[in-house]
């Protein structure tokens, strides 16, 4: 068993001060140690990107990063997203685009979707679908993914 | 009746759905995130050998690691029968159902044979690293379509041959003019949703109750078998469901790693929670699909099918799961699809291989018999130089026949086409595409030397499979109405969609509408989620139940308001007077006042209501695709989709079309990208998501829905069918006509899936040969 360090990840604002191995993935230090189990676990090999969150305001496949490389940094995960019950323009866009049917996959494209906007507002809609293929959805065949990630990139360049 | 204002209906409407709110806060509960302090973590230990001799198993450095609380192997479990059949029991598949742990033989690389309990996930990893099997290699089987071989002693690898037919096959062939030959296969893939499996089990010692956690799609019929596999009475097992991440038929039924940690915490009295990581779900979840079809169809020169003959090997895997011989069964029943047929017969071979065992898949039966079918149409087209849509024309049933008794049984109930109008829909569908126009600018194409052609595949789905659904809505001191039911949710929106069906009903905005679906302690029966049944059984039971609320607060009402029950009726929660005058009083009153009533009978605003139907229903659809292929790498793009469906009555169309696009890519991936590989011992190659490609945004066209209401049901008061897996059905066909159309080589395609490679040798062979007409027109090949 390998030794213990300990870190601090701050999430959405708030720290946690918590004591893993070196080989702890940052996403079960996240879902596990500091509670917030809506970050998603699909493959554990960086291809589905359910588990995507922001570091520094990057989307980062969680289960491709150690927690210890973490330690001190920015993340932001989905619970992060809303005020208070107030859900941001990306989480209405989806619920009025029926964006989502499990569910599962959701939290990553959020996300993903969120960091690349925020970095590239006026992405061209050809780059958009390139990034937004980075992951994974088995329910909704994309479409109304799309359809909410437009809809918001648009919302958001009106404001 | 009502005659006072009433606000727009809810059913028929594209409603944001009810489920959402958690999901995109990350307030979601799927298995994974359910915890119970004290628990072990459990890890399986499975068989990397497709087939052999299990010698023996040595634990004991797994035992010694700290944080190890127990190892469990087959003689720990050993008074646990094997995992019974669900559905479609056929005689002699018992013996070849799978134990909780491969005994003496394991079958298949992922069978389980040993599990380790620890207090954390990642040291139970590391202990089942630990765990050594001594196993003697035996030869494996890995084709359905060679010889069976020996199951054990005595016991082949072909369990069951599954016959269904009509009519006077054998005369038929021996007269008609035409006989046209084909064989066709389907590759081995499957649902793969992209949570994995998972399940958590809690003894409750002051209860004496056994929990379930991160159950799915059957949860009353599988806590029935755990507790009577455990032996414990029903009624001291609780299964629960939570948020559920995609089923496709995979996730739900009653898995060895749900049995295994029921036992374990009923035995070691903590909680135990197990989480499979993706290759194990890759390898051990049921896969599906595969199977080989020899196809034969008598034809008159008209091209009318006046017989059709299959014989089919299904490649079932290591051993019949609780599906037993379900996937045979459909592909049987439904392969003559919307087609007249007047004689026909099917034989299924059922046939063991080492391979992970299958079950069912969205559209089990159903993707694979379309592919034959459709295929089989196109070389009766081809081979009668006639056009492939008009071929179809010509022997599809018409509306006139309706109700059209298929002399087919299937899942219980008889074969009954209960209504549609198939040419009115094909029609509907060649319209959107503007067919002709379409050829002509594909021809164009072709002629600039594009390879680009469309296909076009018709199939009738099957759902609404009872025979019975039964709910329980009651009204709150708040007036929030709560329906209780025994159906499940796998992410498709029916918590919306029953809300809809009660709201209307019951006369109350349907947001203030929960529906509890997934609880064993909530209500005694439930048929789960399946065979999209939903929306049919669970949403008629419940809009008889509204009903009978309605009129019990009616009842109660007109007491409290002294007024005539028949000029009262409930709208946006009130009990109001129709013509508007006087006082009303909110549902929210009425359940107070029934509850604080001294002098009444049934306290409490509440009623029951049940559906049973002894009949599935019949709704159908139609695909055509656009495809293009690349003249020097033969990769595949989908340039177009069209999907037109006859859904009979659509409560909520965006719901609707959601699950025909999300089925449509799953298809998709089935035809060109998914599939489970094994090398010559047996071993899977297809372990991680990098080797099981599964599209992506980019490889996935916009797809167009049309969804109609043409053919409603006459088997349920809505005229309900139901919609999930009509977007998957027909996508191999549709794709594959697409490609020979492109190509311009009948019968390009006769197996999915559809690789790259093979389209360029035909491609290369075509060009050498000179069979690639570039001045081909209009969608017949010859």
Known sequence: MSERAEITLTINGRTYVISVESRRTLVDAIRDDCGQTGTHIGCEHGVCGACTVLVEGEPVRSCLMFAV????????????????????????????????????????????ITGVLERKPNISDEHLVEVLSSNLCRCTGYQNILKAARWAAAEMRRH | MALSKQPIAFVGRSLPRLEDRPLLTGQGRFAADISFSGQLYMRVVRSNFAHGRLRAI????????????AVWTATDVADIPPIDFRQSRVEGLDHYRQRVFATDVVRYVGEPVAAVFASDPYLAEDAAELVVLDVDELPVILNAIDEPGEFEPGRRTEPAIVRKGYGDVDTVFSTAPIIVEAKFSIGRHSGVPLETRGAIARYDGERDVLELHGAAKVPHWNRDQIALMLGRPATSVHLYEGHVGGGFGIRGELYPEDVLVCAAALRMKRPVKWIEDRREHLIAANHSRQQDHHVRAAVDRDGLILGLEDK????????V??????VPDLTAAMLPGPYRIPAYRAAVHIRLTNKTPCGTYRAPGRFESTFVRERLLDVIADRLHLDRVEIRRRNLISTQEMPYARPLDTLGTKIALDSGDYAALLDKALVATEWSRLQESLAERRAAGELVGAGVALFVEKSGLGPFDEVRISIDDDGIVEVISGSASVGQGMETVIAQICADALGVDYRNVRVIHGQTDRIEHGMGAFASRVTVMTGEATRVAASALKAKAIEAASGLLQTPVAVLDVVEGKVVRIDGAGPSIGLDAVARALSLAA???EPGLSAEGSFRCNHMNYPYGVHIAVARVDRDTGAIAIERYLVAYDVGKAVNPMLIEGQIVGGCVQGIGGTL???????????????????????????VPSVEVIICEDAPSPLNPMGLKGAGEGGANAVGAAIAAAIDDALGVPSAVTELPIMPQRLRRLIGCSERSGLLDRSRTANSIS
């Open chain 2, 599 to 601: 002098n009444v009978d």
């Open chain 2, 673 to 699: 990208f998914e599939e489970f590989l094994y090398d010559e011992r047996g071993e899977p190659l297809s372990v991680t998501l990098a080797d099981y490609l599964m599209p992506t945004m980019l490889e």
């Open chain 2, 321 to 326: 799961r609780t599906h037993a011989a379900t």
């Open chain 1, 69 to 112: 490389q973490a330690d001190g940094k920015n993340i932001r995960t989905v619970e992060g997203l809303a005020k208070g019950d107030e859900l941001n323009v990306l989480q209405r866009a989806f619920m009025e685009n029926h964006g989502l049917q499990c569910g599962f996959c959701t939290p990553g494209f959020l996300m993903l």
């Open chain 2, 58 to 69: 040595d634990v004991s450095a797994a035992l010694a690691k700290p944080g190890v609380h």
């Open chain 2, 312 to 319: 089919i090997f299904h490649d079932q895997g290591a051993y």
